[in-house]
């Protein structure tokens, strides 16, 4: 399932499903229209904020399926998995 947020001058796609190992894998995006506004720009903190939101949701919609690990994929990043209930890291 597909969730996108699109506001001048960014667009936030996440999408989410269970891998075959059973781990919630969030495939999020932050895509800019006309490339990335210079460092302070208020749009910036902006889309950080709504990629983390769509992130978190989608952590507790995959709690609620069952997932016991979700695992993050942000294009140029590398994955990150947590298992739920780890000390310290409580998703």
């Given at each position: 399932m597909?969730?996108?947020y699109s506001r001048e001058p960014f667009t936030?796609?996440?999408d989410a499903g269970f891998t075959q190992e059973g781990i919630w894998l969030i495939d999020a995006?932050?895509?800019w229209r006309?490339?990335?506004p210079p460092p302070g720009c208020r749009f910036l903190d902006l889309a950080r904020v709504?990629?983390?939101d769509y992130i978190a949701r989608e952590t507790e919609r995959g709690r609620?399926?069952?997932a016991t690990k979700v695992r993050v994929h942000m294009?140029?990043?590398d994955p990150v998995t947590i298992p739920f209930?780890?000390?310290g890291r409580d998703v």
């Open positions: 597909a969730d996108v936030v796609s996440v995006r932050l895509s006309d490339g990335p709504s990629l983390l609620s399926l069952g294009t140029d990043h209930g780890e000390p």
